[in-house]
């Protein structure tokens, strides 16, 4: 991305980025929807909404979440190794301190994409190492289900700057190019992996990229060793 995409009117998203950003958009929010509808549910200790509880809820919420999970490695993959422009680089240290310029923005919307990825893991990490008994039992102190607690507010934070961020660099352009259904020469399947890289970008993304890959292998195995 460089600061003139900032002003342009027409941006173009590839086509397998619009599918799996598609995806992954999707269940977030159904995720935190559905999220939010068990800790009220079953919670409710820090505000409630004046809705009936759904006792059933914990279901869906789990269901959504291993879905969720078995679709992060394809679009954690997807950013890292071609879409990696779009995340944190080397250098977005140095550029955040050029506050006000065009390149400030862009580095924020890289840092609030990364911290995207980030909080997504976690949470997938913390969920998979709850019990569905603890809720209904009134267990509301278990260590994993209050870290499950705060990946989900961090998921809220990184997700409302992601949007944010978008808006501040694209514009409504760029939020109507990532759902844009016409396709492009560009968009033929031969050409989905076009720029795909072995190694990501930077040392510091081989860093993010080893803890996001590492979380989401550890989301599958660790309910293995949770008795």
């Given at each position: 991305?460089n600061?003139?995409?900032?002003?342009?009117?027409?941006?173009?998203?590839?086509?397998l980025?619009?599918?799996?950003?598609?995806g992954?958009?999707?269940?977030?929010?159904?995720?935190?929807?559905?999220?939010?509808?068990?800790?009220?549910?079953?919670?409710?200790?820090?505000?409630?909404?004046?809705?009936?509880?759904i006792?059933?809820?914990q279901d869906?919420?789990?269901?959504i979440?291993v879905?969720?999970l078995?679709?992060?490695?394809?679009f954690?993959l997807y950013?890292?190794?071609v879409?990696?422009?779009?995340?944190?680089?080397?250098?977005?240290?140095?550029?955040l301190?050029?506050?006000?310029k065009p390149?400030?923005?862009?580095?924020?919307?890289?840092?609030?994409?990364?911290?995207?990825?980030?909080?997504?893991?976690?949470?997938a990490?913390?969920?998979?190492?709850?019990?569905?008994?603890?809720?209904p039992?009134?267990?509301l102190?278990q260590?994993?289900?209050?870290?499950h607690?705060?990946?989900w507010?961090?998921v809220?934070?990184?997700?409302g700057?992601h949007?944010?961020?978008?808006?501040?660099v694209?514009?409504?352009?760029?939020?109507?190019?990532i759902?844009?259904?016409?396709?492009?020469d560009?968009?033929?399947?031969?050409?989905?992996?076009k720029?795909?890289?072995?190694?990501?970008s930077?040392l510091?993304?081989k860093?993010?990229?080893a803890i996001?890959?590492?979380g989401i292998l550890?989301a599958?195995?660790?309910?293995?060793?949770?008795?």
């Amino acid at each position: 991305m460089n600061d003139r995409e900032m002003t342009s009117p027409k941006v173009y998203q590839p086509i397998l980025l619009r599918i799996l950003h598609s995806g992954a958009s999707g269940l977030t929010l159904l995720a935190v929807i559905s999220g939010f509808l068990v800790y009220n549910t079953f919670d409710k200790r820090w505000g409630q909404l004046p809705i009936s509880s759904i006792l059933t809820i914990q279901d869906v919420h789990g269901t959504i979440a291993v879905a969720f999970l078995l679709f992060l490695p394809f679009f954690a993959l997807y950013s890292f190794h071609v879409g990696s422009r779009r995340l944190v680089q080397d250098q977005s240290l140095t550029q955040l301190k050029q506050v006000g310029k065009p390149i400030w923005w862009i580095s924020l919307h890289r840092l609030a994409n990364t911290l995207m990825l980030l909080s997504v893991t976690i949470a997938a990490i913390t969920g998979r190492m709850m019990k569905e008994q603890w809720l209904p039992a009134g267990e509301l102190n278990q260590p994993w289900y209050l870290a499950h607690l705060g990946s989900w507010v961090g998921v809220l934070i990184s997700l409302g700057l992601h949007v944010l961020m978008g808006v501040k660099v694209g514009g409504v352009p760029l939020l109507l190019s990532i759902v844009n259904l016409k396709m492009q020469d560009q968009d033929r399947p031969k050409a989905w992996l076009k720029g795909f890289t072995v190694l990501p970008s930077s040392l510091l993304l081989k860093i993010v990229e080893a803890i996001v890959m590492g979380g989401i292998l550890l989301a599958f195995i660790l309910p293995a060793f949770n008795s």
